[in-house]
């Protein structure tokens, strides 16, 4: 799938970067007019996968994230959010609602709150490699086709 346009944003794993990560997705998103749900929908989908990466990836320390946005084909919004933390042994368990390697105040929802946000999510990891986080959602058209 071809990329017609594309950003790459990196950042220190602070807490407070999470709120800068969603505002520039949803900035970015701005180019295809996506309704009000749908710019709702990736904020939400971001601020889930950065917080994972801030509070999973780097436990114990600050790290570095990559943020890459594109735009494909047929008005669909990409999203990918890697960091090079501690990773994820067993993906699978990992994207079960409930489940959750934080303390008693994650909810163990993340994967499954990016799913119903999100057309499709995609989760690469290895422990001691990080984990990659990618995101698609295709922004319905308002106005006519785009060009």
Known sequence: MKSENQVVLEFPSRSSNESFARVA???????????????????????????????????????????????????????????????????EQARKPMFTTGNDERSGMGFTIMESFMDTIKVKSAPQKGTTVTLKKRISTRMGERK
């Not at 943020?67 to 933390?85: A, F, H, P, S, Y």
Request: net charge negative; proline share 3%; glycine share 10%.
């Open 25 to 91: 997705a949803a900035g970015f998103a701005m180019q295809l007019d996506p309704t009000l749900e749908e710019l709702g929908d990736i904020k939400t989908a971001v601020s889930e996968a950065v917080t994972n990466a801030i509070i999973h990836g780097y436990p114990d320390c600050i790290g570095r994230i990559v943020m890459k946005l594109r735009i494909r084909e047929g008005n669909v919004m990409e999203i990918i959010v890697k960091d090079w933390g501690v990773g994820i042994a067993n993906v």
